[in-house]
């Protein structure tokens, strides 16, 4: 008798277990400020991440507080005169400024190379542009290719490749451009010939990616930029030298950065290399990778800490502040597919470190007919639990024109702009990042995979979702934010939930949202997404889940 009680106590202290493991739960959704992540399994998907986005950041517009929501609109810098027009079938191939004195009064300018023309202008945004006259009105070399400049002893060096003069030199104190410069040479070289890379490094004036030799870079003597006679004996003279080991044909040069004022970084196709100091005085060439290299000239950018980032056939790399670290992988732990073996042949590529927003910039243009790749926003705030140091967040982005070259300008006329200038090609025009304008294109983020029955349930309880409470952020100015769309898919796995069409969707508007629904599997994803020029952020979401039942699956 006594055994048959204690059977039924125990069966009755079992369901009252089972009825409190089954109740309603509470979940608080935590916004994947992770950015995207397709690495592990769709089931072991880390928090704070999203599997799918597009057109988002995590420090929003809505007050620039970091919160989900849809990044900025694009706003056109510049404008032209009536009647003036930059064409229809042109890139802009390099942005650039060059600081000079006029009058005893320190000034900035902004120069544009699009197609074979030379632009101009100063000011903010609202200001106009003015186009190069001097010499002839098209003084760059023929292509579509984005370009390199050097702000240099106040005049900018633009390299186009030309055959006999690589560098042509505007001058902002007269908005003229010297398309024959005089070189001082010795009698046995000529100047570099077809170069496209040039940069200043210890007051001297760099070239390469010179397609008759391209493993070849070429420095100016001290202080004069337009010296290139290797015969001198002092330790500033020009000198020209490759990457190699000794008795090697070096790689050709695909990208070149001076890394701050203690050396320069190489990018060759397949290498890196480090040359420390100046070599006229002593400097030491070494190699930090033999199988990582750059994949153009414009794909690569420092931060303001003084990182540098690249855009290497194995992904994103990064390289800490100083000269004695191999490249670190940033990209494939995290996105291992979307941005490797990226040719330079094949697609427009262009980084820019955006000290307004605290992110970089990463456009990839095709070339031609080959297909699209993804254009991404790195933050470099925003960084997951147990990263290591410098690893970014990845945000993907469309957009509606073609980026082509990307630079920065210190004139912009309030903290509302990006100080990145994005270059466009076909028709060519240039934009920026504008937090006043709302998104031009359709934005939308994933939460989950999630569990209905709760986290540790691994997926083997099936329940349902009762309801879901949001709270979507308003503007501070009028009160009020755009509508967004939501929606709910779910799966008997994590995977195919991700897969799925949406089991029911609604309109949440800004402040509080209480939607009750009815939907029952294993496993969801909660979409929130924005139209075309509508701004939103979330502030909070929540969920009410309801264990059911085990999940019964087929098999052994």
Sequence with gaps: MKNKQLAVQQRIWFLSLLRCAMAKQIMSLQPPMGGLYRRQSYQAHPPFTTPDC??????????????????????????????????????????????????????????????????????????????????????LLAGTDS??????????????????????????ADN??????????????????????????????????????PQRWYMSKTSEPLNFNYSGTGADSAIFSQNTNMGQL?????????????????????????????????????????????????????????????????????????????PISVSREKVPDDLMFIKNDEYHVSMEYDGRHRGIHLYITPI???????????????????????????????????????????????????DVLIGMGGPPIIKQFDERISCEAESYIDYGPLATAGSKSGGFLNGSIDQINSVMASSIANGTGDNVTWSVRTGQSAEQAFDATSRDTGIWRYHNNTTRIRVRDPYYVLRVA?????NWSVENITTIVHPRTKVRYSGG
């Excluded at 000079?100 to 190379?113: E, N, Q, R």
């Excluded at 903010?124 to 542009?129: I, K, L």
Aim: aromatic share 8%; proline share 6%.
């Design 250 to 326: 070096g790689e050709p040069i695909r990208a070149a950065a001076a890394h701050g004022d203690q050396c320069v970084i190489f990018f060759c196709t397949n290498s890196t290399w480090s040359l420390r100091a100046d070599p006229g005085y002593g400097g030491r060439l070494d190699n930090l990778s033999q199988r990582i290299g750059c994949v153009s000239r414009n794909a690569w950018c420092r931060t303001a800490d003084g990182w540098l980032f690249w855009l290497s056939q194995e992904g994103v790399c990064a390289m800490p502040p100083g000269c004695g670290s191999t």
């Design 530 to 534: 924005g139209a075309a020029k509508k």
């Design 54 to 139: 597009s057109n988002v950041r995590p420090d929003t517009t809505l007050e620039s507080r970091e919160r989900i929501g849809a990044r900025p609109g694009l706003s056109t810098h510049g404008i032209l005169n009536v009647g003036v027009s930059w064409g229809t079938t042109d890139n802009v191939r390099v942005i650039s400024q060059v600081r000079y004195v006029d009058s005893g009064t320190w000034k900035t300018k902004l120069v544009a190379a699009v197609g074979q023309a030379i632009w101009y202008k100063e000011d903010d945004e609202t200001a106009q542009w003015s186009k190069v006259t001097s010499e002839n009105t098209t003084p």
């Design 176 to 213: 003229t451009v010297d398309v024959n410069p005089s070189y001082t040479l010795d009698d046995s070289a000529d100047a570099p010939r077809n170069c496209k890379i040039v940069f200043r490094y210890h007051d001297r004036l760099v070239v390469c990616d010179d397609s008759a030799n």
């Design 147 to 172: 370009l390199t400049a050097a702000d240099m002893h106040q005049k900018l060096y633009i390299a186009d490749g030309g055959p006999t003069h690589p560098l042509k030199i505007f001058n902002p």
């Design 368 to 418: 031609g007919t080959n297909p699209a790749k993804t254009h991404y926003w790195l933050d470099v705030n925003q960084t997951m639990n147990n990263d290591k140091t410098g690893a970014p967040t990845y945000w993907p982005m469309t957009l509606s024109t073609s980026p082509i070259c990307a630079g920065i300008y210190e004139g912009s006329a309030n903290n509302n702009v990006s």
